[in-house]
């Protein structure tokens, strides 16, 4: 598949945020990052049960039940089935697009917070452990030590069982994630867990190096391995939809020009995310 992908890498790793700037323009976007999972009951949440179908979940709980603690799961199952039809249609942009977005929800899915009601840990005075998890800890640690080849993209036979067991090795992790910076945090003075880096140009108050690197010890790598796991997912994912929709040949794809709606949609969101941006300076 790299006759495909590869050319188009800049693109896939600039549209994987879509989703998150199409959270400040679409009210229902919100609620596809993350399952607050604990809100069914206790660990492996027999109540669901694991991996329950959308429409039986939707008769035990109702549609807005669901979307009020969240769908990431049921969600990436239904953008494997656009992906597929994508590849179907042999329609490139829509596989672009789609191959980008599924990328963005399965890491989700890999992100122990997005399988909490405690995700940013505004219920244990933790504020702020959500962008430390998944943000200053890679952003500090993933070029210089981490290892991101990981093999060969596999078959998937039944996905949504696949993105289920992920999701809940997410929620069996997030205590973890939020107990061992609890502990972590009484051995560290204020002036010592935090410090003031330059960032494009602005001083920002964040987690300091020392504690960063201190936190990911104590969890035994624990963001590395499941950003490798996401990669394997993501790479996984992409194969599937491509076996399901029968193989088509990837060097004679059409729509190979992104139409002037997608064209629209992008200038929408980055216009959204620009606004959210500007409206967060002005508030702190």
């Known amino acids: 598949m790299m006759v495909l992908y590869k050319p188009y890498a800049d693109f896939l790793m600039e549209h994987a945020i879509d989703p998150d700037k199409?959270?400040?323009?679409?009210?229902?976007?919100?609620?596809?990052?993350?399952?607050?999972?604990?809100?069914?009951?206790?660990?492996?949440?027999?109540?669901?049960?694991?991996?329950?179908?959308?429409?039986?979940?939707?008769?035990?709980?109702s549609e807005d039940s669901l979307h009020?603690?969240?769908?990431?799961?049921?969600?990436?199952?239904?953008?494997?089935?656009?992906?597929?039809?994508?590849?179907?249609?042999?329609?490139?942009?829509?596989?672009?697009?789609?191959?980008?977005?599924?990328?963005?929800y399965i890491a989700?899915?890999?992100?122990p917070l997005h399988a909490s009601s405690n995700h940013?840990?505004?219920?244990?005075?933790?504020?702020?452990?959500?962008?430390?998890?998944?943000s200053r800890i890679p952003e500090?640690?993933?070029?210089?030590e981490w290892d991101f080849f990981i093999g060969k993209a596999e078959y998937i036979k039944n996905p949504l069982d696949f993105i289920w067991k992920r999701v809940l090795e997410s929620a069996a992790?997030?205590?973890?994630?939020?107990?061992?910076?609890?502990?972590?945090?009484?051995?560290?003075s204020p002036d010592q867990k935090y410090s003031f880096e330059d960032r494009n140009g602005v001083t920002i108050r964040q987690y300091s190096s020392a504690y960063t690197i201190k936190y990911n010890e104590?969890?035994?790598?624990?963001?590395?391995?499941?950003?490798?796991?996401?990669?394997?997912?993501?790479?996984?994912?992409?194969?599937?939809?491509?076996?399901?929709?029968?193989?088509?040949?990837?060097?004679?794809?059409?729509?190979?020009?992104f139409s002037a709606e997608d064209l629209k949609e992008f200038e929408s969101l980055n216009a959204a995310w620009k606004n959210s941006q500007v409206k967060g300076r002005e508030h702190e």
């Not at 992790?173 to 560290?188: G, I, N, Y």
């Not at 035994?220 to 996984?236: P, W």
């Open 120 to 134: 940013n840990g505004q219920l244990t005075d933790q504020k702020g452990i959500h962008g430390f998890w998944e």
């Open 108 to 111: 989700d899915a890999h992100v």
């Open 218 to 257: 104590i969890m035994k790598g624990m963001v590395e391995r499941r950003m490798r796991q996401s990669i394997y997912a993501i790479a996984s994912f992409w194969y599937t939809s491509w076996i399901n929709a029968g193989q088509p040949d990837l060097a004679k794809l059409s729509n190979k020009e």
């Open 140 to 144: 500090l640690l993933a070029d210089k």
């Open 68 to 104: 009020a603690h969240g769908i990431v799961p049921w969600w990436v199952n239904t953008m494997l089935y656009r992906l597929t039809d994508a590849f179907k249609e042999k329609n490139q942009a829509k596989i672009l697009k789609y191959s980008a977005e599924i990328g963005h």
């Open 22 to 61: 199409r959270r400040y323009a679409v009210a229902a976007e919100g609620p596809r990052h993350y399952i607050d999972i604990d809100r069914y009951g206790a660990y492996p949440y027999d109540s669901l049960p694991v991996p329950v179908k959308w429409n039986d979940a939707v008769v035990k709980y």
């Open 173 to 188: 992790a997030s205590d973890t994630v939020l107990k061992f910076e609890k502990e972590l945090s009484k051995s560290f």
